[in-house]
């Protein structure tokens, strides 16, 4: 059995910022409101007609994760590219990475877990390595959220909250089983499947303009939030997995270099800062600038924090995910 690092980090973010005020012009909404319940200032939507997708996002990103990493991108042995919002309804997005890439027969996979995307990638990454049948994986998380919001009052408790962007990492083979991946947790609980949601187009009901059904009144093309609900829930299983993580490695709290959490809510991440006692220079947070990213918030904010130099060699990290499903998960690094 080998062990799994990371050795290559990138981002890439839509160069339009649409500011708390922007959104004020268009919905009953403030700036106020939005910084008081989610510490959101701004965030970042693919303008129309930008050439900007979910995958070609992601493949800015991965191009600069690829070259940090040393290894080029034909020595990329399987792809796996996390999202909610795919280019296509199928095939997914990560053989069009593939395409781009031009990385002959490169396996790609997408994986569905919406805000835990990233963490079941890097799991799943991580056994690919462990067994040996991969050497190095290219792990993406990209989201196109703003041509699928509804930008009005009626979907306003969702649509200041989600942008735009992607990150992306190059995981390899390594020998040192106390460095990389020490360990990763994932759970899921599909009662709650409709508490946070898409439900249409589904394989009973397509796109209702194609049908000739054009209800004014039908909210099920835009995604569904219990916010409350989602909220209390994600406080808790934050809080499980990330204590999973610090008992399956031996850390206590004050060893922790960096906490990464998905970037769903800042108050989240400030009761779950609170409840490990963590001071701030060991929880990263960017929400406040590029809203929440859904599977693209955990890698820009790791190459983010990478890049500003607060992950460093044995730094010990761990990264913690809550969202649709419900899903929640974990990964404990020894950088
Ligand atoms: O990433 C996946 C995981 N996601 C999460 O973990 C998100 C969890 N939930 C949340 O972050 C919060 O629940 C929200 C930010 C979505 C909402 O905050 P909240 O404090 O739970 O507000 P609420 O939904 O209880 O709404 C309070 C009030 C309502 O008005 P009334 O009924 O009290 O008159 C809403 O209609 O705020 C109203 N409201 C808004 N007002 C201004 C909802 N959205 C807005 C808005 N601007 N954008």
């Known amino acids: 059995m080998y062990n799994s690092k990371i050795i290559g980090l990138g981002k890439y973010l839509p160069d339009n910022i649409v500011s708390n005020a922007d959104l004020e012009k268009i919905m009953d909404t403030t700036d106020a409101w939005i910084q008081e319940r989610t510490g959101i200032r701004e965030r970042r939507h693919i303008v129309k007609g930008s050439d900007d997708t979910t995958f070609t996002m992601g493949v800015k990103a991965s191009k600069i994760a690829i070259e940090r990493s040393g290894i080029t991108s034909k020595e990329i042995d399987l792809i796996l590219f996390a999202t909610l919002s795919p280019d296509y309804y199928f095939p997914g997005s990560g053989v069009l990475v593939q395409d781009a890439l031009d990385i002959p027969d490169c396996p790609a996979m997408d994986i569905r877990m919406q805000c835990s995307g990233f963490i079941y990638a890097v799991a799943t990454a991580d056994q690919f390595i462990k067994t040996g049948m991969y050497k190095n994986v290219l792990v993406i998380g990209s989201e196109y959220h703003s041509g699928g919001l509804e930008m009005n009052t009626r979907g306003r408790n969702i649509s200041v909250i989600f942008g735009d962007g992607a990150g992306a990492i190059v995981m390899t083979r390594s020998e040192n089983k106390n460095k990389g991946i020490l360990h990763s947790q994932l759970h899921s609980e599909g009662k709650y499947a409709e508490e946070l949601s898409l439900i249409g187009p589904n394989t009973r009901r397509w796109v209702p303009e194609i049908l000739g059904e054009n209800d004014p009144d039908d909210v099920s093309y835009f995604p569904h939030m219990n916010g409350q609900f989602v909220f209390k829930n994600a406080v808790i299983r934050f809080s499980e997995v990330i204590y999973a993580g610090l008992k399956k490695t031996g850390w206590q709290p004050?060893?922790?270099?960096?906490?990464?959490?998905?970037?769903?809510?800042?108050?989240?991440?400030?009761?779950?800062?609170k409840k490990f006692g963590l001071r701030d220079d060991q929880v990263f947070n960017n929400i406040q600038v590029y809203g929440n990213t859904t599977a693209a918030s955990i890698p820009i904010a790791l190459t983010e924090a990478w890049e500003e130099g607060k992950i460093k060699e044995d730094s010990k990290v761990i990264l913690a995910a809550f969202g649709s499903g419900f899903t929640w998960g974990s990964i404990s690094i020894k950088w």
């Open 254 to 273: 004050s060893d922790i270099d960096m906490l990464i959490p998905h970037q769903a809510n800042l108050r989240i991440s400030q009761f779950v800062q």
